[in-house]
């Protein structure tokens, strides 16, 4: 086994001290859990009955208490494409699992909404808390008591937190998350990327645009850029939680279906009443959420993690910060190149070597851990293997030798560059992420006066009215967990990414999201604190920013501050809560939100985790 590098020994020893406290009483939860509600032997006749009446010719194995019965927690609905695979799951799976003994249900589904069908409008608002409904509603499913094991079928970008979350306070029962793959590649990036630019300088209308995002957005499967979602593919596969190589196969496809079956057979092996009990508390350790930040920062993945990733920890008692990530992205290097921070999406990726490529860089530099159990019976290194079908048989071999493409996957020492690209940016602004990876290293450092909005709308107003055309930092602030649900921004990035080409300084600050779909202009996103006053009625700096203030953001000396003097002033005035689309049902989330650096959730902070 190789040496680990000295940077991801001493963040591991730091999470796991700090952790010490929070993660024996998460282990002692789970092993009483694990006593108490060991099958289903201890539930009531009436009780049982009631959990296998329609189970047709599974009924006579559910009642038998020896059979392992395996609990199926869905995402699926047929208007998002990511998840719309999902609808024969179920099925396919009971099968499966009749053939090793078991049983399967369908638990429960949960939510799965789309930042890309609410982007911009008011459903974005409740995005980032369908992270905790969706953990509610995992927990839901599985407070039945009925399963010996769980699977988790999810893709998109707050799903995969909410289901890890809500599964883990079940960490008794071992659990596997099983995808459904990203979809064909469409039109090049580069030719949707020119057609949105073009769009938002009137230059073409709303037909063309329509027809060509949907060349792009076309079928069936998970979007192909590297976002959020297949960011969430990645970590599944570093935390170990997925079959080896099952991330990015598509959908309706013999592989797919084989890698299913594959999963639903290790969720039975995984039981108690298997042959190899692995419980998802056990797989869930903090090596794994060390591994999971390693492989964000070396694929220059989705800068929403660092809100995901804490909150998940948190779910398994595992305490992180921003800190612990800026120090591995100092030492963990950028091997690949994924749209948008390439030209090539994740279908490419997979074909030039994709994550066993990934996985066994890594491994092999020392730069994540090995020595973490996982759903695979071969431990960490048998994710460096890619899936493959001989003979209609599933087989795995190793990962390619050399890189199917140069331009988008690289050894470590061959990479893009020798840190991931995810940064700390600090100062008299407060604490906030800053993503390099895509950013040209000469726009790094940006220094101008701010101009300071409390709404993306109105940036985009003032951009049209070309008040923006000049050097600018624009500040969008009220935009947190507290303030508004923290919604992504990404009607700010066309305006900003003009300005940028017509030769401005430009840089963004904000209290809100951007994700992993974020291009090329700076940007000091996810600033905590947020301007909205905290529980002790303290505001953030941000709400005492004015325009003309200098502001500095830097990824080089990790810089968030101004020049300006703010002891003296009156904050702004928060903005009212707006009402509609289901937004004011989410007050209670919004009122108890913990910050961004510690994963956003209110459900989280109320229950003292």
């Not at 230059?203 to 063309?208: D, L």
């Not at 017509?502 to 999201?513: C, E, F, I, Q, Y």
């Amino acid at each position: 086994m190789t040496n680990l590098a000295p940077v991801v020994d001493r963040v591991t020893d730091r999470i796991i001290e700090r952790s010490k406290d929070s993660r024996a009483r998460y282990l002692e939860m789970v092993r009483s859990e694990a006593d108490r509600h060991s099958d289903r032997s201890f539930l009531s006749c009436s009780n049982l009955a009631h959990g296998f009446a329609a189970s047709g010719e599974d009924k006579g194995a559910i009642a038998a208490m020896g059979t392992i019965n395996i609990g199926i927690v869905t995402a699926f609905n047929d208007m998002l494409s990511a998840h719309q695979p999902y609808g024969r799951y179920p099925e396919q799976m009971k099968l499966f699992a009749r053939e090793v003994g078991a049983t399967a249900q369908v638990a429960g589904g949960v939510p799965a909404m789309c930042d890309g069908v609410t982007q911009g409008f008011d459903g974005m608002e409740l995005s980032l808390f369908s992270r905790d409904t969706i953990a509610l509603s995992t927990a839901i499913a599985l407070s039945h008591a009925m399963f010996d094991g769980v699977t988790l079928l999810g893709i998109c970008d707050k799903i995969v937190p909410g289901l890890v979350m809500g599964a883990l306070r079940f960490g008794h029962l071992p659990a596997v998350f099983i995808p459904s793959g990203p979809m064909p590649t469409g039109i090049s990036n580069k030719e949707k990327q020119k057609t949105r630019q073009l769009y938002a300088e009137g230059k073409v209308g709303r037909e063309e645009l329509l027809a060509s995002e949907s060349a792009s957005y076309h079928s069936a499967g998970t979007c192909t850029f590297y976002g959020t979602a297949n960011s969430n593919q990645m970590m599944m596969e570093m935390m170990g939680l997925h079959v080896p190589g099952a991330a990015f196969i598509p959908p309706n496809t013999p592989l797919r279906q084989a890698l299913t079956r594959a999963a639903t057979h290790r969720a039975a092996a995984m039981t108690k009443k298997g042959n190899d009990y692995r419980p998802m508390a056990e797989v869930v350790d903090e090596k794994a959420i060390v591994n999971a930040m390693a492989g964000l920062l070396a694929t220059g993945g989705s800068t929403n993690h660092a809100i995901h990733i804490p909150a998940m920890a948190r779910a398994a008692g595992i305490v992180i910060d921003w800190q612990d990530l800026a120090e591995l992205s100092s030492a963990v290097p950028l091997l690949t190149r994924v749209y948008p921070n390439g030209s090539g999406d994740v279908n490419h990726f997979h074909a030039a070597g994709g994550m066993a490529w990934v996985v066994r860089e890594l491994l092999d530099a020392g730069l994540a851990h090995e020595d973490i159990l996982t759903v695979a019976e071969g431990g960490m290194r048998a994710y460096a293997t890619e899936p493959t079908l001989s003979d209609g048989e599933l087989t795995w071999k190793p990962a390619p030798a050399v890189s199917g493409d140069e331009t988008m996957l690289r050894t470590v020492p061959e990479a893009f560059q020798p840190d991931g690209g995810m940064r700390l940016v600090e100062g008299n602004l407060g604490r906030a992420t800053f993503k390099t990876s895509a950013v040209d290293k000469e726009r790094w450092t940006i220094e101008a006066p701010a101009r300071v909005f409390d709404t993306q709308e109105a940036v985009s107003a003032a951009f049209k009215a070309g008040e923006l055309d000049k050097d600018v930092v624009v500040v969008v602030r009220f935009q947190g967990p507290r303030a508004n649900g923290m919604p992504e921004l990404h009607k700010l990035t066309p305006p900003l990414g003009i300005l940028q080409d017509r030769g401005h300084k430009v840089a963004l600050v904000t209290d809100g999201r951007m994700s992993g779909a974020s291009g090329k202009v700076p940007a000091a996103i996810h600033v905590t604190p947020e301007a909205l006053p905290a529980a002790d009625g303290s505001w953030g700096p941000l709400a005492y920013l004015q325009d003309g203030d200098i502001v500095r953001v830097c990824a080089e000396t990790g810089q968030l501050s101004t020049t300006a003097d703010l002891s003296g002033r009156t904050p702004a005035p928060a903005p009212k809560p707006a009402m509609g689309m289901g937004r004011e049902l989410f007050a209670m989330f919004r009122l108890s939100a913990s910050g961004a650096e510690q994963g956003g959730s209110a459900m989280l902070e109320l229950a003292g985790l």
